[in-house]
């Protein structure tokens, strides 16, 4: 039986800034790309978040930060036309400041 070590073995000859970015690259594979909405979805989402801030209704926000998508659940607390930002107040009372060409979803929540 091959007792083969994987990565361990090749490490040792190989200089630090290899494994650098070696760990830098597996990190990049799990990386999720910015998906692009239409003018429908986009009108959606505006009527969505307009009814949400008349009614002081929960939505459920999904947005793109860092490389991934996260979800935030709260209230619009209000909108940021200068800054193009909406502020969202979780349940545990902590903003969220949200740009609004980083959201992908808006939905009420139940």
């Known amino acids: 039986m091959i007792r ?13 800034e290899h494994v650098k970015m070696l760990r830098d ?5 799990s990386f999720e790309y910015r998906k692009q909405l239409d003018e429908q ?7 969505t978040i ?3 801030m008349e009614f002081d209704q929960l939505v459920t926000i999904t947005h793109y930060h860092s490389h991934q998508y996260e979800l935030v659940i709260g ?16 349940r545990f009372e902590e903003i969220h400041q949200i740009k609004l060409n980083d959201i992908y979803d808006v939905r009420v929540a139940d």
Do not use: C, F
């Open 50 to 52: 307009s009814s949400a």
């Open 4 to 16: 083969d070590r994987g990565r361990i073995k090749w490490t040792s000859m190989m200089l630090p």
């Open 41 to 47: 979805q986009l009108e959606q989402m505006n009527d």
């Open 25 to 29: 690259w597996v990190k990049e594979d």
């Open 75 to 90: 209230k619009i607390h209000y909108w940021d036309g200068l800054g193009q930002r909406l502020h969202i107040v979780d």
